[in-house]
C-alpha cells in the first residue's frame, strides 16, 4: 500500500492544488525559508437516531492550508487559510514568512531539525470495502434506525441513542526538500448510548465498533459485533439499578481491554509524547526521556503503532515522515519516547515520527495512535469465543485456574472504559468503569461502577497476568492542546493487576 | 458581494431550496505559546489563522429538512455540498423554523485596540509571556507552559425569512501552568493591562507555593470540601447546566424531567439562583443573538432552587411548546449565586476547623451527568486547618452534588479575580497516604 517514490495518482480530492502546492514551494524558496506545506480535506457523514426518531443527519466538507515555515537558524512560524486560491495562500505565506523572521529576531525558540529528514515521496490510499457514496445517506439512515430499534428491543425499560458516522480525511504534505506526501484516512464508527432508569436510579452505558467504511453497519459479522456489544451494554444498564455501591479500597483487579487502553493511553502513552518530557514522570530536567529505567513488571511491554483499518489510523505524520511503531516499554523498560521530527534530538530517543494533527490550521504534535499493552505468555480463558461472550464468570473462572482467586481475597473486575483523565506531571490518573464485579471463591456480584485512580508507574509495576488474545479496537478520541484526534488499543482481553496502595477503587 | 452574499444567493438559488438558515463566522488570530519553558518553538510558534466557520439549515420543497457545515471554501464546492445535503434530506419538522427580522439589543463586545494587536503589534503579546516567565520565577516554578492570543470575529445569520444579523467581537485570553500541576487561564474582549495578569498569577501563585508544603495525608471520612471556582464551575457546568439542555429533558435522559420544569420543582436550596446574562458590556462570553439567530437576553434557569425552564434551541422550543432561551457560552455568562451571604475568601478563611480546598480536577469526564454523583480526584488539593493552609494532600472526594447544593452545609464564598463562586460543602474525602508534592 505504501508505495514510496510512486507516481500512481489514485485519486484523492486535493490532488487539483497540486499546483497550488508547487507554487508556494517557489515563493518559499525565493524568500529563503523552509515550508511545510499540509493541505487537508475532512468530509463527514453522520445519521443520529434516538429513541426510534431521526434525531440528524448532518454532512460536512471542509478543507484548508496549513504553512509552517522555518527560517535558515529554525526559528519558525504557522499560518493557515481556509481560502484554497493562490491569492490568500501568498497571504498566508508571506505573514508566515514575516513573523518567523520576528521569532528570529526576538530570539524565541529554534528548531533546525526538519533540515536533516531524508525526502520522500509516497501515496498511501488503504483499502475500504465501501466507498463514502456506497451508501446515500438514506440507505444510512435506515440502517441506523433498523439499529436502533434493536437496541431498543431488547429491553422495554430502555432509552437508546444510535450514531454512525463516515470520515474521509485526505491529507498533502509538501516540504521545502521535495517531498510530497498523500494519504487518505478513512474512519467509520457506530456507538450505542443506551439508558436504563428507575424512580430516580438513571444508568447509562455506551458501546461502539469502528472500522473503515460501512462494514461495521452491512456486514453481518461485525452489525453482529456492534449488536452483541449494545446487548451488553443494554443488560448492564438495567442491572445497575438494582446494584449497591462498593467499598473503596486497593483491591486485586481485573480489567477488560478497553480499560487496559485506557491505562495505556491516559497513564503512560500521554507522559511518553516527547514534546512535554520536562513536565513528564517518563522525563528529565533536561527533557530527556529515562531510556532504560525499569517502570514494569518484565512481562510487560508498551507498543503504540498505527494500524491499517483502524480508527486511529496513521501512515505518516503531517510532516510528511513515515509513523513507526514505538516500543515504549520493551519487557518493563522504558525504551521509546512518542517522538516526532523536532522532539526526538532533545528527548535523546529516536524519530517515531509520532506527530498529528486534527486540522490543517493548527502545528502537529506528537500524539498516540493505537496503544497496547502486551503481557507475555498470557493465560488461557476457559471458553474460547470471542470478547462480546465473555462473562464475568469465564474471568472469575479463569482466576480460579490460575490460582489469581483465593479464599477471604476478592477480585474486583472492572468493566467498560468510561473515559478518563491524567496529569503527565505527576503521573496521576483517574479512569471510570461502566460496571464493577466482586469475584470471590463463591461467585460474582454486580456493584455501582467507581472511578480506579492512582499512580501511573503504581499500576503499571501491579500487572501481573494477561488473559486471552489481543484486542485492539477500543476507540475513542484524544484531545491535546485544542485539538482532538482519534485513538485506539487495547490489550489482552484480561489484565490481572495485584492489589497495590497507589492505585484505588473509588465508591461507598 | 461578500463571500456570505455569495452563499446566500448560491443556495437561494437551489430549484428545491424553500427555505434556509446560514450561519457563518468569519475569524482571524494571532496567537503564542511557551510550553516547557520554550516561547515559541515549533508547537507553539507565532500563530495566525484566518478561518471561516459556519452551518447551514435548509428546508427542502418537500418539507424535509438537511444540515450541513461551511467554511471559506465551501462557495468553490457548493454544488456537490447541495447535492449531498439534498440526499441527507430529513423528517424533523420541529426544526424546521427559519425566522424573520428580530430586534437584538446589542452590546459593545468589540475592542480596537484588540484589533491592532493582530493587525499591527502581534510582537506585543510576548509580553506577556515575559511577564509569565518572571511569575514563574519569582514564585519558584521551573517549568513554565502557557499561551496568549487574540483574536477578531465577525458572526453572521441569515434566514430566508429576511433575517439579517452581524455581530463584530474580539477576544483576548492568556493562560498558563505552573510546573504542569497548577495554572488557570482568563478571557476579555480587550487586552488586558500586565498589572492585571501580575495579580492573577499571583493568585494562583499563593496557591502553588503552599501546594509545596506538605499537608495531611491517610484520612478518610466526612470532611468540609472546598472547591475553587474553577473546579466548582466545572461541576455545576456538568451536572446543573449539562442536566438542563432541552434535547436531554425531552428525550428524558436528563436528571430533571419535563413534569419537573412544569412542577417549578425544587432542585437546589431555596437560596440558590442559576442564571444567564449574554448581555453584559464587553462581558467574554456575551453575544447579542445565538447560532439560530435568536436575540440573546438574561434567563433564570433555576430560581431560588426552583427549575424555571430549560435550555431550548428553536427545535426542542417548539416541541416542549415553549420559548427558546439563551444558552451559555462560556463561564463568564453564567451567574450562579445565593441570596445568603457570600463571603470572600479571605474572611472565610479563619472560620474553618479542618477542610480541603481542592484546585484541581481529575475524572469529571468520566462521571454519570444525570446520577448527580461525583467520585472524583483531587490531585491538586490544600489541607486547612484551624484558619490556616497547612500544605499539599491528593484527595479523593465523592457524595451527591444534587445533595450538597441542598444542603444547609454549603456555603458559596467569592475568590478574587474569579468570576464564579467557590463551593464549601461537606463530602467524603480520602486524602492519600503519601506526604510529598
Redesign the interface.
Known amino acids: 500500500m505504501y508505495e514510496e517514490g510512486s507516481n500512481q495518482m489514485s485519486n484523492l480530492h486535493i490532488d487539483i492544488y497540486a499546483g497550488l502546492l508547487d507554487r508556494l514551494l517557489q515563493k518559499a524558496a525565493a524568500a529563503r525559508v523552509y515550508l511545510i506545506a499540509r493541505l487537508q480535506r475532512a468530509e463527514v457523514?453522520s445519521v443520529t437516531v434516538?429513541?426510534g426518531k431521526?434525531?440528524?443527519?448532518?454532512?460536512?466538507?471542509?478543507?484548508?492550508l496549513g504553512l509552517?515555515v522555518f527560517t535558515e537558524s529554525g526559528?519558525?512560524?504557522?499560518?493557515?487559510?481556509?481560502?484554497?486560491t493562490e491569492g490568500?495562500a501568498l497571504t498566508?505565506l508571506e505573514?508566515?514568512v514575516k513573523?518567523?523572521r520576528?521569532?528570529a529576531g526576538?530570539g524565541?525558540?529554534a528548531?533546525r531539525a526538519v533540515f536533516n529528514v531524508s525526502p520522500i515521496s509516497a501515496r498511501v490510499i488503504p483499502p475500504t470495502r465501501y466507498a463514502i457514496d456506497e451508501l446515500?445517506?438514506?440507505e444510512l439512515?435506515q440502517q441506523v434506525e433498523t439499529i436502533n430499534r434493536d437496541v431498543l428491543a431488547l429491553n422495554s425499560e430502555l432509552?437508546a441513542?444510535t450514531s454512525c458516522t463516515i470520515e474521509r480525511e485526505e491529507w498533502h504534505i509538501v516540504r521545502s526538500d521535495g517531498a510530497s506526501v498523500a494519504y487518505l484516512l478513512p474512519r467509520c464508527y457506530c456507538y450505542n448510548v443506551v439508558?436504563a432508569?428507575r424512580d430516580e436510579?438513571?444508568?447509562?452505558v455506551s458501546s461502539s465498533l469502528s472500522g473503515s467504511s460501512y462494514e461495521v453497519v452491512l456486514d453481518a459479522e461485525r452489525r453482529a459485533v456492534l449488536l452483541g456489544r449494545a446487548r451488553r451494554a443494554a443488560d448492564l444498564a438495567v442491572a445497575l439499578l438494582d446494584a449497591p455501591d462498593y467499598p473503596?479500597g486497593s483491591y486485586d483487579l481485573v480489567l477488560d481491554y478497553a480499560l487496559a487502553k485506557g491505562l495505556a493511553h491516559e497513564a503512560f502513552g500521554h507522559a511518553a509524547e516527547a514534546?512535554?518530557?520536562?513536565?513528564?514522570i517518563l522525563g528529565d530536567?533536561q527533557?530527556r526521556f529515562r531510556t532504560g529505567a525499569v517502570v514494569a513488571a518484565p512481562i510487560v511491554s508498551i507498543i503504540d503503532e498505527s494500524i491499517e483499518g483502524d480508527h486511529a489510523y496513521q501512515p505518516f505524520s503531517p510532516n510528511g515522515v513515515p509513523r513507526t511503531r514505538a516500543t515504549i516499554i520493551d519487557h518493563g523498560v522504558l525504551r521509546e519516547a512518542l517522538a516526532d521530527v523536532?522532539s526526538a534530538d532533545a528527548a535523546g530517543v529516536r524519530v517515531i515520527d509520532a506527530a498529528r494533527a486534527q486540522s490543517y490550521?493548527?502545528?502537529a504534535?506528537p500524539r498516540m495512535t493505537n496503544i497496547r499493552i502486551e503481557v507475555d505468555d498470557p493465560l488461557p480463558l476457559p471458553r474460547a469465543v470471542p470478547f462480546e461472550e465473555q462473562t464475568p464468570e469465564d474471568v472469575r473462572q479463569a482466576l480460579l485456574t490460575a490460582g489469581l482467586l483465593r479464599e477471604g481475597r476478592p477480585v474486583i473486575y472492572l468493566s467498560g472504559y468510561?473515559?478518563?483523565?491524567?496529569?503527565?506531571?505527576?503521573g496521576?490518573?483517574?479512569?471510570?468503569c461502566a460496571a464493577l464485579y466482586e469475584l470471590t471463591t463463591e461467585g460474582v456480584r454486580l456493584f455501582q461502577?467507581?472511578?480506579f485512580?492512582g499512580r501511573t508507574l503504581a499500576a503499571l509495576k501491579a500487572i501481573k497476568a494477561g488473559f486471552g488474545p489481543l484486542q485492539l479496537d477500543s476507540m475513542g478520541f484524544c484531545g491535546k492542546?485544542g485539538q482532538s484526534v482519534p485513538s485506539s488499543g487495547g490489550s489482552h482481553f484480561f489484565l490481572f493487576l495485584e492489589a497495590n496502595?497507589?492505585v484505588?477503587i473509588?465508591?461507598r | 458581494m461578500s463571500y456570505l452574499d455569495d452563499l446566500q444567493a448560491a443556495i437561494a438559488a437551489h430549484p428545491d431550496v424553500a427555505d434556509y438558515r446560514i450561519t457563518l463566522n468569519e475569524r482571524r488570530g494571532v496567537s503564542i505559546g511557551i510550553?516547557?519553558?520554550?516561547?515559541?518553538?515549533?508547537?507553539?510558534?507565532?500563530?495566525?489563522?484566518?478561518?471561516?466557520s459556519g452551518s447551514f439549515l435548509i428546508q427542502w420543497r418537500d418539507g424535509r429538512l438537511?444540515?450541513?457545515?461551511l467554511?471559506?471554501?465551501?462557495l468553490?464546492?457548493i454544488g456537490?455540498?447541495l447535492e449531498?445535503?439534498r440526499?441527507?434530506?430529513?423528517?424533523?419538522p420541529d426544526a424546521a423554523v427559519f425566522l424573520g427580522p428580530q430586534r437584538v439589543t446589542t452590546v459593545p463586545l468589540f475592542s480596537t485596540e484588540t484589533a491592532s494587536l493582530i493587525d499591527e503589534r502581534?510582537?506585543d503579546l510576548?509580553h506577556v509571556i515575559e511577564l509569565l516567565q518572571q511569575q514563574a520565577r519569582r514564585i519558584g516554578s521551573?517549568?513554565l507552559?502557557g499561551s496568549v492570543g487574540a483574536s477578531i470575529s465577525r458572526r453572521m445569520v441569515r434566514t430566508s425569512r429576511g433575517l439579517n444579523l452581524v455581530e463584530d467581537t474580539t477576544s483576548f485570553g492568556y493562560s498558563y501552568y505552573f510546573?504542569?500541576?497548577l495554572g488557570d487561564g482568563f478571557l476579555s474582549r480587550a487586552p488586558v493591562s500586565l498589572e492585571e495578569i501580575e495579580q492573577q498569577t499571583q493568585r494562583t501563585g499563593a496557591f502553588f507555593a503552599a501546594l509545596k508544603r506538605p499537608g495531611r495525608s491517610g484520612m478518610?471520612g466526612q470532611l468540609q470540601l472546598i472547591l475553587h471556582p474553577n473546579v466548582a464551575y466545572q461541576l455545576v457546568d456538568f451536572f446543573i447546566l449539562g442536566n438542563l439542555q432541552g434535547?436531554l429533558v425531552y428525550?428524558?435522559?436528563s436528571?430533571f424531567s419535563r413534569a419537573a420544569f412544569q412542577e417549578g420543582q425544587r432542585v437546589l436550596r431555596e437560596d440558590l439562583t442559576l442564571a444567564v446574562d449574554p448581555l453584559v458590556q464587553m462581558g467574554p462570553g456575551s453575544y447579542a443573538f445565538t447560532g439560530e439567530g435568536v436575540p440573546a437576553a438574561p434567563a433564570t434557569y433555576i430560581g431560588r432552587g426552583r427549575l424555571e425552564q430549560p435550555i431550548l434551541d428553536l427545535k426542542y422550543a417548539r416541541k416542549m411548546g415553549l420559548p427558546p432561551s439563551s444558552p451559555p457560552s462560556n463561564a463568564y455568562t453564567v451567574n450562579f449565586f445565593s441570596q445568603r451571604h457570600m463571603p470572600d475568601w479571605e474572611e472565610f478563611l479563619p472560620q474553618i476547623d479542618e477542610a480541603i480546598l481542592v484546585l484541581?480536577l481529575?475524572?469529571?469526564?468520566?462521571?454519570?451527568?444525570?446520577?448527580g454523583m461525583f467520585?472524583?480526584?483531587g490531585?491538586q488539593a490544600l489541607y486547612i486547618r484551624d484558619g490556616a493552609v497547612i500544605g499539599h494532600s491528593?484527595a479523593?472526594f465523592?457524595g451527591s452534588f444534587f445533595e450538597a447544593l441542598r444542603s444547609e452545609e454549603l456555603q458559596l464564598i467569592r475568590f478574587a479575580g474569579q468570576h464564579s463562586p467557590g463551593l464549601s460543602m461537606q463530602a467524603h474525602v480520602?486524602l492519600?497516604?503519601?506526604d510529598e508534592v
Open positions: 457523514r434516538t429513541n431521526t434525531e440528524s443527519i448532518s454532512t460536512g466538507l471542509g478543507q484548508g509552517q526559528h519558525t512560524a504557522f499560518a493557515a487559510t481556509d481560502i484554497l490568500a498566508a505573514t508566515a513573523s518567523a520576528a521569532a526576538a524565541l525558540e528548531n446515500s445517506l438514506a439512515q432509552k441513542r439508558t432508569r436510579q438513571v444508568h447509562t473503596a514534546d512535554g518530557l520536562r513536565s513528564s530536567d527533557g523536532f490550521a493548527r502545528p504534535v468510561k473515559g478518563g483523565q491524567v496529569n503527565p506531571a505527576r496521576d490518573f483517574v479512569f471510570n461502577p467507581a472511578i485512580s492542546m496502595p497507589q484505588v473509588g465508591g | 510550553k516547557d519553558n520554550q516561547v515559541g518553538n515549533v508547537y507553539n510558534p507565532f500563530t495566525f489563522s484566518a478561518v471561516t438537511s444540515r450541513g457545515s467554511d471559506g471554501s465551501s468553490e464546492q456537490p455540498i449531498v445535503a440526499q441527507a434530506a430529513y423528517e424533523d502581534p510582537g510576548l521551573t517549568i507552559s510546573d504542569g500541576i478518610s434535547s428525550h428524558g435522559q436528571a484541581s481529575l475524572g469529571l469526564n468520566t462521571q454519570e451527568r444525570s446520577s467520585s472524583l480526584t490531585p491528593k479523593t465523592r480520602t492519600e497516604q503519601r
